[in-house]
């Protein structure tokens, strides 16, 4: 199985700040085999971006993502109140199973 | 605008099987691969398994000898089926569409997800 490690757990910031989230992979996913999705309590995750740097419909343009290979990452440029949040990767690649990110919880600092 | 959701009991024995259905409306179940994910505290998001729309099945190894996946597209809904069940099967679970092409499959949509206790 592909292992999807994510930095940090957690993140303490201010809204308007920016927020970094590593994503990384014990073998390549690929080019672009990989998505980052936001879960809020109760609710289900919510697709943000895919094949590692293009935004899902209706996502605001602060949040992007970059990478290849093994490394990715996603970057929240300015946090809005309602981006507090937890964060997850997912690869997708021909190597299954499927498998996720342990996740990255953004708090409020 | 495709969407999912699931249902089923939200309280199993241990050692019974986990029944779960994931209803799709809004549009076609053609050439789209249909998962289940969970959710649990101790293992994070868990990919279980899909089927595609013809009824090809791929499991994730962790859970191939228990998990049993299945599509009716005349119903527009396809099932979970998870025998001897634990404690450790408890969790939220989620169904989830991806799609045909190998550079596109991500999960969305996502269904709301179904809370199962295992307790006797």
């Known amino acids: 199985d592909i292992v999807l490690t994510q930095s940090p757990g957690t993140l303490s910031l201010s809204p308007g700040e920016r927020a970094t989230i590593s994503c990384r992979a014990s073998?390549?996913?690929?080019?672009?085999?990989l998505a980052w999705y936001q879960q809020k309590p109760g609710q289900a995750p919510r697709l943000l971006i895919y094949?590692?740097?293009s935004r899902a419909t209706g996502i605001p343009d602060r949040f992007s993502g970059s990478g290849s290979g093994t490394d990715f990452t996603l970057t929240i440029s300015r946090l809005e109140p309602e981006d507090f949040a937890v964060y997850y990767c997912?690869?997708?690649?021909?190597?299954?199973?499927?498998?996720f990110g342990q996740g990255t919880k953004v708090e409020i600092k | 605008q495709v969407q999912l959701q699931e249902s089923g009991p939200g309280l199993v024995k241990p050692s019974e099987t986990l029944s779960l259905n994931c209803s799709v409306s809004?549009?076609?179940?053609?050439?789209?691969?249909w998962n289940w994910i969970r959710q649990s505290p101790g293992k994070g998001l868990e990919w279980i398994g899909y089927?595609?729309?013809?009824?090809?099945?791929h499991y994730n190894p962790s859970f191939e000898s228990r998990v049993t996946i299945s599509i009716d597209t005349s119903k527009n809904q396809f099932s979970l089926r998870l025998t001897s069940v634990t404690a450790a099967d408890a969790a939220v679970y989620f169904c989830?569409?991806?799609?045909?092409?190998?550079?596109?499959?991500?999960?969305?949509?996502w269904g709301q997800g179904t809370v199962v206790t295992v307790s006797s």
């Open positions: 989830a569409r991806a799609a045909l092409q190998p550079d596109a499959r991500w999960f969305d949509p």
């Open positions: 809004g549009g076609s179940m053609s050439n789209h691969y």
């Open positions: 089927v595609f729309s013809s009824g090809t099945t």
């Open positions: 073998q390549s996913v690929g080019t672009r085999f």
């Open positions: 094949s590692a740097f």
């Open positions: 997912q690869q997708y690649g021909s190597s299954l199973p499927w498998t």
